[in-house]
């Protein structure tokens, strides 16, 4: 392997953008890169596993936080992983939640659909009806009330 890859030959082996890669660096995720003789970030192959590393756990759906605990294990070799296994648990739950929220919310749009069977004019779509009503009253509307929790927080 090549011990000496610029940022946009990293983005194209681990498939993720150049901005991407600097905003790992600003949070940490990935150390601060060497710099060529033309002031270019170079990256070594233990940068680019580390890279590979964090995209998998963003595809699983991770949040930084978790990617850090996890780096700071992967860090770490000789640690426990018990808190790795919390961690990982901890996850399952919440796309558990997130799934139960996601089955509602397509109820919910079925629900809404069902409202307007046929074209017709838009000052007649009930759709288009139902849509301006408040959303606190959708709030405490009976089979809405995941809405409250999405509106008052975003994914971890």
């Keep these: 392997m090549n011990d000496s890859l610029k940022i946009g030959e990293l983005a194209k082996r681990t498939g993720a953008l150049v901005e991407t890669i600097r905003y790992y660096e600003r949070e940490g995720l990935l150390p601060k890169p060497g710099r060529s003789e033309g002031n270019y970030r170079v990256y070594s192959d233990t940068d680019l596993e580390r890279l590979q590393f964090i995209r998998h756990c963003r595809s699983l759906d991770m949040t930084l936080e ?19 296994n919390a ?49 606190n009253d959708l709030l405490q509307s009976p089979g809405v009330q995941h809405r409250k929790s999405r509106l008052h927080k975003t994914h971890r």
């Design 66 to 84: 978790e990617i850090r605990d996890l780096l700071r294990f992967r860090d770490s070799p000789d640690e426990n992983c018990g808190e790795v």
């Design 87 to 135: 961690l990982l648990d901890e996850h399952i739950e919440h796309v558990t939640k997130r799934i139960k929220e996601l089955k509602l919310l397509q109820k919910n749009l079925i629900g809404l659909r069902s409202l307007c069977q046929q074209a017709q004019a838009s000052k007649d779509c009930r759709i288009l009806q139902s849509l301006a009503t408040p959303v």
